[in-house]
């Protein structure tokens, strides 16, 4: 037994219509859940770009743009460090990127230093070396507004004879495993 839905008086599990008030015994939870689902199905087929679409290796020189915002390395260069207090270790060299974001959204975005990662020969993945090695504009954190563009170095310890560094790019870094471009440097 069930509850008409309009009379509430106790009718047949299976009616279809109520035998009091002969209104029409609608199902409308389950047609409202098959509607989210399929929205929800649709929405993930036709939505935009798909990461596949995406490139995600580049060159050194090449720009990137995801997300209405331009990345792109400007310099780069090994050093040992110029700074009388600060030097790369015996066998080691900071490799210095400056890296460039030019925001061409129509609202302000967040950046961060730490969205950058740079992997080497061996496959190790390090964040930034938190001391500069010389007095450059670091790369840090803040909010860059619709039309801004920020410059800054981030600088990484690497070894001396390791050519296979790369840049990523991560969105979130902390909640995805996956980098959302990366560089290859010409070093």
């Known amino acids: 037994m069930k509850k008409c839905k309009y009379c509430q008086k106790e009718i047949d599990a299976k009616a279809k219509v109520c035998p009091y008030c002969k209104k029409k ?17 649709l929405s ?93 504009v670091m790369l840090s954190s803040g909010q860059l507004d619709a039309g801004g563009i920020i410059e800054g170095v981030i600088v990484w310890e690497q070894k001396e004879n390791d050519t296979n560094l790369k840049v990523r790019y991560y969105e979130n870094v902390l909640f995805n495993n996956n980098y959302t471009f990366q560089w290859t440097l010409d070093l």
């Open 44 to 136: 993930a087929m036709f939505s935009g770009k798909k990461e596949d679409d995406f490139v995600k290796d580049y060159n050194q020189n090449q720009s990137v743009t995801y997300n209405n915002v331009v990345y792109s390395i400007t310099k780069v260069e090994r050093t040992k460090g110029t700074n009388m207090y600060f030097h790369a270790k015996d066998g080691y060299d900071y490799v210095k990127v400056t890296i460039k974001i030019e925001n061409n959204t129509d609202e302000k975005i967040s950046y961060n230093a730490l969205d950058f990662q740079m992997v080497n020969g061996d496959g190790v993945e390090a964040s930034f070396y938190s001391i500069t090695a010389e007095d450059d």
């Open 25 to 41: 015994q609608r199902h409308i939870g389950r047609w409202i859940l098959l509607s989210v689902l399929l929205v929800l199905i």
